[in-house]
């Protein structure tokens, strides 16, 4: 017991240690994955704001479709419902997919008996981070444009994107770790990224399960659904975190599980990395 207490605690202190370097590599990771191209990081913005364009081309323009409306009685128009959902989403799997092939894409500093291998999701995480700092600020720049000012529960969304950092954070270090011996888990991970972009309530309301009280809970089950049901709350509803205390209560006892989970994985496993990368 003693021993898994100290994988659990030594990782939150490796990552801490190591703050001023993880934030360096992170910085250097976000230029050089587009040096070489005229553009540079300008692709790192354009994709998902293109993203967002033909979605709302096709269901707003293309299908018509209607404004969202919440509990509160506020209507919202689909473009600003469906941008608040996609800007979570977007960071949720850059994220994940990046920090999946950490080890891989960084496997000769694995190698290197006195690099601290545990920072390398971090790493990860951080640099995807900055594209969605980006993004926060054009939801609240289109939630402006359609009437929706900043009010203290805006403040929230800084603490949902906190919860999606460390959500991402406790799942890279499973998914890190048996990538290395699995390399299939890559191709797993993104078909499930996009079968869980569909069953997290981002461009289709969650209003739709009303009456089917079994599907809402299964829904609910989905930890991102809590980040983005949030998003959205915090800019159309005033609602505050605190109002859902059994969904926030189910958010951090499953992610603390995940991450003492990912940790004993990861330190399980790092002595074999060397070895087969």
């Given amino acids: ?40 990081i300008v692709w790192a913005f354009v994709q998902p704001v293109i993203t967002i364009l033909v979605y709302w081309l096709v269901f707003e323009k293309g299908f018509s479709a209607k404004p969202e409306m919440f509990k509160a009685g506020v209507e919202v128009p689909f473009v600003v419902y469906l941008t608040s959902g996609l800007v979570p989403w977007f960071f949720f799997s850059e994220a994940v997919a990046s920090s999946t092939n950490a080890l891989l894409e960084y496997n000769y500093l694995v190698k290197k008996v006195v690099f601290k291998i545990s920072i390398l999701p971090m790493i990860k995480i951080i640099a995807a981070s900055f594209i969605h700092v ?9 939630a402006f444009i359609y009437g929706y000012g900043l009010s203290l529960y ?22 890190c770790s048996v990538v290395v011996f699995f390399r299939d888990l890559s191709q797993i991970v993104s078909i499930g990224l996009q079968l869980g972009m569909w069953a997290t309530p981002i461009m289709w309301s969650f209003s739709r399960t009303e009456g089917h009280e079994v599907l809402a809970f299964v829904f609910k089950l989905n930890p991102v659904f809590y980040v983005v049901n949030g998003y959205r709350e915090s800019l159309f509803e ?40």
């Fill in 238 to 277: 005033g609602v505050g975190f605190w109002m859902h205390p059994g969904l926030t209560a189910y958010f951090w006892i499953f992610t603390v599980v995940l991450f003492i989970f990912g940790t004993i994985v990861f330190k399980r496993l790092k002595p074999h990395f060397a070895d087969v990368l």
């Fill in 134 to 142: 980006f993004f926060v600020g054009v939801l609240l720049v289109i």
């Fill in 154 to 175: 805006t403040l929230q969304l800084v603490y949902y994107s906190l919860c999606l950092f460390i959500l991402v954070l406790a799942l890279s270090y499973t998914l």
């Fill in 1 to 40: 017991m003693s021993a898994i207490l100290k994988k659990m605690f030594s990782l939150p202190g490796e990552l801490w240690n190591s703050r001023r370097l993880i934030w360096s590599l992170s910085k250097n990771d976000f230029k050089t994955r587009y040096a070489g191209s005229y553009l540079g």
